[in-house]
């Protein structure tokens, strides 16, 4: 079925080291996919998307670009806050729904 | 402006006792959505309304999970019957498209848990 595999964590870096968080999708059709962030004490909130091929989303300096030869969506970001520390969720629509990952857990340490 | 909002935000329920959870969605939107997430794992499709049409149930653990939302706005979900494995947090989403391409807005979910 549908899945979305995603690095594991936690992954800990120092505050302005370049982050990749890794993700995959099963590929059935072209769906949409995100990026949802969750800080600490917070509710999930959309990161960025991308809904086609080649499309890059990008937001608060993350960057992921939607790759159907390799159907992955890599989130980035070239220098790194203590405040970007939260748990980040890649996601793909199905239907009207959206299927997640495991999530990965941040640490970013001053 | 107000964004989902649920309620209760914490319920511990014994064994056996049935939980009613409220998503109260952002004004106007038209879908949805609520989700299970067990500790440490992404969120998990339940179930899906547009407007009060219940449209996507495939997601429902067991008929113990029931979900409505009789005038297209407040939405509940009832357990019946809880169980051990029925600990979780319960997200609620409105979206202003059926589209999944929009963005689904999350509210700060109802952990539950059962003793």
């Known amino acids: 079925g549908d899945s979305v595999t995603q690095m594991e964590g936690p992954v800990t870096l120092s505050e302005e080291a370049f982050l990749t968080i890794n993700c995959t999708y099963t590929?059935?059709?072209?769906?949409?996919l995100f990026w949802y962030v969750q800080y600490p004490g917070e509710g999930l909130q959309l990161l960025l998307k991308?809904?086609?091929?080649?499309d890059k989303g990008s937001n608060k300096g993350f960057e992921a670009t939607y790759r159907k030869e390799t159907t992955s969506f890599h989130l980035e970001k070239g220098s790194v806050q203590v405040s970007d520390s939260a748990v980040y969720f890649c996601?793909?629509?199905?239907?009207?729904?959206?299927?997640f990952g495991a999530g990965t857990i941040l640490r970013v340490k001053s | 402006g107000a964004g989902v909002s649920q309620s209760p935000r914490y319920k511990v329920a014994k064994r056996g006792q049935d939980v009613a959870l409220r998503c109260d969605p952002i004004s106007g939107h038209v879908s949805l959505f609520w989700y299970q997430q067990a500790l440490g794992q992404g969120p998990e499709f339940l179930t899906y309304?547009?407007?009060?049409?219940?449209?996507?149930k495939s997601g429902l653990p067991s008929d113990r999970f029931f979900a409505e939302r009789p005038e297209g706005s407040v939405s509940t979900l009832k357990i019946q019957r809880t169980q051990q494995e029925d600990s979780a947090v319960y997200l609620c989403?409105?979206?202003?498209?059926?589209?999944?391409?929009?963005?689904?807005?999350f509210g700060p979910g109802t952990r539950l848990t059962v003793t």
């Open positions: 991308a809904t086609k091929a080649d």
């Open positions: 590929a059935t059709g072209y769906p949409s």
């Open positions: 309304f547009q407007n009060e049409a219940q449209l996507d």
């Open positions: 989403a409105s979206s202003s498209s059926p589209d999944n391409s929009y963005e689904q807005y």
């Open positions: 996601a793909r629509g199905r239907g009207n729904k959206l299927v």
